[in-house]
């Protein structure tokens, strides 16, 4: 992520929600409307910006490798988005490929920590992963639901399967899946003290104060929940137009008429 993650209230719900899922080895839901932050929150709980690229990266080791290592033996946890049309065999390939890799980096983290001359190696690397998190789960064909109910069963790998809203009810069809999942979790998008906390990141990026007394304030805080209803992927879309109008058009303060302008520019749905 090119920008520094801001952590909210629903992002800590959501790793509540993961270390109960994890530590009950089971499987759980998080739903949500598009754009609210779920994917964010998962790739954060798994460090999967730091991991995925070193990973895709594979090749001789060099000094960098153990904060990676420590990376993935802090989250046991692999993340996952499914092709569209993904044949269940490549989805299962792709997910044993992963738990190896971040079972590897675990496994030589724990290595590292072994007194001198001592090594001792896990038969089995990918038993270091504890959670998997499936993004985009309304792509999961039955038969991958099936699988991966059997990966559940056969070797307790607790799962979280992410959605949007009614994925809940579809995953109802399958019994065998459903009379497994231990925890439901609702992503939410960002209510009123929230947004003001994000916002407030948003201005001081920009090298501003925001002052919700401020009447000018509190017009652009007006104008930006309308636009964006709490979504956080529309408000991390809208602040770069935001500073694109100011710096066009040598603006220091940010009002409801430079919101406007930037929201031109996006596509935003109804």
């Known amino acids: 992520m090119n920008q520094a993650f801001i952590v909210t209230k629903e992002h800590r719900r959501f790793t509540e929600f ?8 089971t499987i759980g839901i998080c739903h949500g409307a598009a754009g609210v932050g779920k994917t964010n929150s998962a790739r954060r709980y798994a460090n ?6 070193y990973i895709n990266a594979w090749g001789p080791r060099g000094d960098h490798d153990a904060k990676h290592y420590a990376l993935a033996n802090r989250s046991r946890t692999v993340f996952y988005t499914p092709e569209v049309l993904c044949r269940p065999k490549d989805l299962m390939h792709d997910i044993d490929h992963w738990q190896i890799k971040v079972g590897i980096c675990a496994d030589e983290h724990l ?10 190696r896990q038969n089995d690397v990918t038993r ?3 959670l998997l998190i499936i993004d985009e789960a309304e792509r999961l064909t039955p038969t991958a639901l099936e699988l991966l109910r059997d ?12 959605g949007m809203p009614g994925v809940d009810e579809r995953f109802r069809h399958y019994p065998q899946l459903y009379s497994r999942l231990g925890f439901s979790h609702h992503y939410r998008a960002l209510g009123r003290e929230e947004l003001l906390f994000v916002l407030d990141r948003h201005w001081k990026r920009l090298g ?9 304030d509190a017009q652009a805080i007006a104008a930006i929940e309308r636009i964006t209803r709490g979504n956080f992927r529309l ?13 066009i058009n040598q603006l220091d303060t940010i009002t ?3 919101i406007e302008a930037a929201a031109s520019i996006l596509v935003i749905g109804n």
């Open 208 to 216: 501003r104060t925001l002052d919700p007394d401020d009447f000018t």
């Open 128 to 130: 270091l992963v504890e």
């Open 235 to 247: 408000l991390e879309r809208l602040f770069p137009q935001i500073n694109r109008v100011l710096k």
């Open 48 to 53: 999967w910006d730091a991991l995925e690229p």
């Open 18 to 25: 993961a270390n109960a899922v994890r530590k009950e080895k």
């Open 111 to 120: 290595r590292s920590l072994m007194p001198d001359g001592e090594v001792v």
């Open 256 to 258: 409801d008429d430079v």
């Open 151 to 162: 990966r559940h069963d056969r070797t307790h790998l607790a799962m979280i399967l992410i």
